[in-house]
């Protein structure tokens, strides 16, 4: 299922979701001037789990290597193709405007990037050893919409769903869509742990996993504070429509 609208309207121009966007797609168009350079691009600013499974004891040693470390921050900046630039922007943009409306906007800055890193620090645990590029926003989004179920779970979710060889939309609740969402990272998450998946490319479902699970835990610090939202006058007759 494809997200392509909600109808919480934004509590506040979203600012710093706007900015978050338009720098992944800079970063991405630069990305593709560099040609055969990318390569080498992907392995100096992406995480490489390897090495910042080496860099940890060194760093208990007063050793640090700044340039891995600051992978953990560059690489939710990168993407690697299209598709994976534009399903992270198109969910940014649905989910992430309510998320900053209810954390302000420096508020929401530090949530993404610490999910961000909290959901890389899970994925390196998982795959210690793994010398493959890991990259993408999709852990900081992932706990952009684990804090987004907590707080936002009866919002609706106009969604695309292919049907055979034909596409369809329909309306479910944001709860039902971020579990069946949550269940098929699980998913793939315990399926990647199998040995013959060790040092495979693919989807850094663990990344995923971790970063929806820290913003389940904030949204909840939360929600004692949260306001019910005023729903959208104008959403039943865009769903109707269309």
Known sequence: MIPLHDDIPSARVPVVNYALIVVNVLVFLYELSLGP??????????????????AWPQLRHG??????????????????GWLHLLGNMLTLWIFGDN?????????????????????????????????????????????????????FPDARVLTLVPIGFFLTTIRVSALIYLLLWFAMQAIQGIAALAPSQANVGGVAWW???GGFLFGLVIGALNRGSHRPPPRNPYADRWYSNR
Request: charged residues 5%; hydrophobic residues 60%; without cysteine.
């Open 63 to 80: 050793v640090i290597h700044l340039d891995v470390w600051l992978s953990v921050l560059t690489a939710m900046f990168l993407h690697g």
């Open 99 to 151: 998320v900053e409306g209810q954390l302000g906007h420096l508020g929401y800055l530090v949530f993404y990037l610490a999910a961000g890193i909290l959901a890389t620090a899970l994925q390196v645990f998982v795959s210690p050893l793994s010398t493959l590029p890991s990259l993408g926003a999709s852990g900081a989004i992932a706990g952009v919409l684990g804090f987004y179920l907590i707080l």
């Open 207 to 209: 990344a995923h996993i």
């Open 37 to 54: 350079g990318i390569d080498a691009f992907f392995h100096q600013w992406a995480v490489i789990p390897r090495e910042l499974t080496h």
